[in-house]
């Protein structure tokens, strides 16, 4: 069994914790699927999750599932491998921006899990910091795959799906447009993440969501005057309303990854985290969790959410 620590996130279907498994000590994160009035829980979402990381299998830049737990009310409940770093989320709002070298390496690593997902066939669909997660070494592993999609087999409409959803932030042109979407909506997501990590704001932001909407549609695409040659050139390409002139519709990401601004790159010895990142998070004494948004950390007492569809003899330990 596992023991609950405390709550490490939150989101509309799924509530991630801490835990220690009661044999070894290790640390997982258990992701239990919740859903905000407390019932009608997804388990479709659930199913979805564990199909997509099962049938992915290790990869080193995915979140890393390690077993399948009953919650407390019977539903399957993820048991994930523990990312001591946090949310890269938290990162960026902390520093800011990254420099250029910083963020090749993250997307390099990001760049080499979608392209995994997609060779099977699975968009992602929701690419954003939040879903980011940074390991005690520096290395990134993307995790939450509630909203991705299998059998797409094309980058566009052919072979795509219609189905509207993601982050407003780093939705594609083509889904606003509901021209049907595939792969590459990945790519763009992509795009718009390395120039968020370059920039410190999305390439489209604006704070009313109407207004981001019709930039990611129509305006043109501005850089900081710090942004280098090779990085322009490649978030020009990336972010290309024209879905099969997009880097990344035509080879997927070997198309990416041999763009010049990855040049300095060996992909093989990304993959193995084998490149050293030049950020490592300090994890500080025994808290553990010190890198997750206190507004997550603090809010509620360690087990106050798993027992709380709990008899009281259930509830005796809030274990999985
Ligand atoms: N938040 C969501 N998933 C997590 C994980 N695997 N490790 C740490 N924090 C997380």
Redesign the pocket.
């Known amino acids: 069994g596992y023991t609950v620590v405390q709550e ?2 939150k989101g509309g279907f799924a509530t ?1 914790y ?1 835990a220690t498994q009661d044999t070894t000590g290790e640390a997982y ?1 258990i ?1 239990q699927f919740t859903s905000e009035n407390g019932r009608d829980i997804d388990e479709d979402k659930a199913t979805n999750e564990r199909a997509v990381l099962e049938r992915l299998g290790d990869h080193e830049h995915v ?1 890393r599932l390690c077993d399948i737990v009953d919650d407390p009310v019977g539903v399957q409940a993820l048991v ?5 770093g ?2 890269l989320f938290h990162w960026l709002k902390e520093h800011r921006r990254f420099s250029e070298p910083r963020a090749r390496l993250y997307t390099a690593e990001i760049g080499l899990g979608l392209g995994a997902l997609h060779d099977l066939d699975i968009v992602y669909r929701d690419l954003k910091p939040e879903n980011l ?1 940074i390991d005690t070494e520096g290395h990134i592993r993307i ?2 795959f509630g909203l991705s999609k299998d059998n797409v087999t094309g980058a566009g409409a052919e072979g795509g799906t219609k189905t509207f959803c993601g982050t407003p932030e780093y939705l594609a042109p083509e889904i606003l447009e509901n021209r049907g979407h595939g792969k590459a909506v990945d790519w763009w997501s992509f795009g718009t993440l390395l120039y968020e990590m370059m920039c410190g704001l999305p390439p489209f932001y604006d704070t009313n969501v109407q207004r981001m909407y019709n930039k990611i549609l129509i305006a043109p695409l501005k850089f900081p005057s710090y942004i280098s040659k090779d990085a322009k050139a490649v978030l020009m390409a990336l972010l290309q309303r024209a879905v099969d002139q997009r880097l990344g519709s035509a080879k997927d990401f070997s198309e990416i990854a041999a763009h010049d601004f990855y040049a300095s790159l060996d992909m093989d010895k990304v993959y193995k985290k084998q490149i050293k990142p030049e950020f490592v998070p300090q994890i500080k004494g025994a808290d553990t969790a010190a890198h ?1 948004d206190k507004e997550f950390t603090s809010e509620k007492a360690c087990d106050s959410v798993v027992t709380s569809k709990l008899s009281d003899e259930q509830a005796e330990a809030s274990n999985f």
């Open positions: 490490l996130g991630v801490l994160a992701k979140v994930l491998e523990y990312m001591g946090g949310e997660l995790t939450d997750f």
